[in-house]
């Protein structure tokens, strides 16, 4: 038998515990006699073929997330589909319907947040997730499917100890090779494509709203529709009111689309022409408030057409259903932003209440200054993990492949010493300049001499390392890929 080192003996432990950190992590579903990877729409559009498949080899490998450990396995085994699931039985009028919302993460350019971002070059979108509402009532079936994803070019957006590290695009690589095999494939899956990028129009996120839109300008493409809605500045000032202004500038859009509907004697009467593909810098927050509204006009619609709602009626009047839909969604958001993001989303206080409040403000600061945390010194406290997940996502996934042999792992690779030692002088220095304030010396200005220097010194220090400070921060170990650049 292989004899390990007691290093790689412990790396093995690390690696183990890489893969039961994502196997632990809140999100993963299968079922035994329902493909979830699939909507509602996509599996009343198939062969017979199809239908005499298992459910591991007719699934969309998009959302097969332990389709890599499941490749010595075969067809007998079940995947597993990620990342949230909620089942209501809602009544309104007296009538008793089911009320679904899935949303299905892909696992191909998988990752967190500042680390992933942008595509690859297959296409591929960082925190691409596919959402689908469903309604069940009487046997009749509907369902609505909206798509979110990272802006599809190459972009990223490494941490560096500043709250918030600017964007950068690339410019050494061809992006409309990418951002074209994206498109191709969303219009081959979902039909007509409308696109609504919701970054801010100034700052460091309007140079990424102009890259998207003269993309899309160059594909000349009719079955793609692009709407710039910079998000912060038409909801400033708690003037959250204003998304209305959206939903009615794709109302019709929205019309033309339609949704999917299965009469309760099982024939097709109507089928979902196109999706939405909404987007913000993360695809957490702003995005999930967005596709609240638009799946809720959906909705409207829907119930509707089956009987439910009476003529005149409105979702908004329904006060039960509404605590139901909204809480829904504000954890579809949540469960989305923990695995991307670390925290709970943001605006959340916005799709529970349908308000913007001063509290939410308060929560939102809060969270993103755990979000600012993890993102820069995610090592060092090993419950909050962040490179870590990462790592353990890569893994998982088959991104990266242990050597059986034993050699050095990338796990070994340790920084350099000035990584360690830099911190330790600033922090001794700061703390020479307080004790120097505290203990004033023989004269004054000895004390202002001694207070000066150990000063200098601090705030040299520091700049070095806010200068360099991409260096200071963690970074996934074991994939250096695009998703590196």
Known sequence: PLQLSDIRSQENKTFLSMINNVLTTDGFYFCTDYDLTHTLQRLANTSPDFQEMSLLERADQRFVWNGNLLRELGCTARGNSCLFIVMKPCRINGKIFEWILISRRSCFRAGVRYYVRGIDSEGHAANFVETEQIVLYEGAKASFVQTRGSMPF???????????????????????????????????????????????????????????????????????????????????????????????????????????????????????????????????DRTNVIQSLLARRSLQSQLQRMGVLNVGQRIEEQAEFEKIYKNAWADNANACAVQYAGTGALKTDFTRTGKRTRWGLLMDGWNSMIRYYKNNFSDWIQTVWFCWFQDSIDLFLGNFAVDESDGPTPLRVQKDWKFLTLPIVMLVAFSMCIVCLLMAGDTWTETLAYVMFWGAASAITATIILFNGQDFVDAPKLVHKEKMD
């Not at 709250?163 to 695009?169: D, E, N, R």
């Not at 050494?172 to 696109?195: A, E």
């Not at 919701?198 to 793609?224: C, D, H, I, R, Y």
Request: with cysteine.
């Open 154 to 284: 190459y972009w990223s957006q490494r941490p560096n100890l500043k709250y918030k590290p600017k964007p950068v695009i690339s410019k050494t690589t061809s992006h409309l090779d990418g951002f074209q095999r994206h498109f191709d494939s969303q219009l081959l899956i979902y039909g007509k494509q409308s696109i609504l990028n919701l970054v801010n129009q100034k700052g460091s996120e309007k140079p990424l709203e102009q890259a998207f839109a003269k993309m899309v300008s160059g594909m000349n493409n009719g079955m793609l529709n692009y709407i710039a809605f910079d998000f912060h500045k038409e909801c400033s000032h708690m003037r959250w009111d204003r998304l209305q202004i959206l939903v009615d500038a794709v109302a019709e859009t929205q019309d033309e689309y339609g949704y999917f509907m299965v009469n309760s004697e099982g024939k097709t009467v109507a089928q979902q022409k196109g999706v939405f593909r909404s987007n913000c810098m993360d695809c957490l």
